[in-house]
């Protein structure tokens, strides 16, 4: 299985990188959203920032929604975020699961 982990931070790309290694899931970690949609990458997971320096991380899950062939791709979207707008907003643009950065 291969995982997309789409992040800004240094730290939690190596936060998010790591354990999914340790379970033998190759992981692609990339800044930008864009960038990768347009090398069109395979992958069977995706873990999006909702805040990035280049993309939005809602923008960004809509988008994959659009163009991934595998419509079903699980995405799931972190945050430090902690408005329930905010949170309800990701998933009805296609996020399937909203982690905080406080649970990590």
Known sequence: MK????ESSLMYQKIFGQPLEAYSL???ITESMNKTLEQKIDFDLT???????YD???ESSKAL???HKNKQVP???TSSETDPSLICK????????AISHACI
């Open 75 to 77: 995405i799931l979207i």
């Open 90 to 97: 990701t998933i009805r643009n296609g996020t399937s699961e």
């Open 47 to 53: 873990l999006i920032s909702m805040y990035l320096n």
């Open 3 to 6: 995982a997309l982990v789409v």
């Open 26 to 28: 190759a992981s692609t």
């Open 56 to 58: 939005n991380g809602i």
């Open 65 to 67: 929604r659009e163009k």
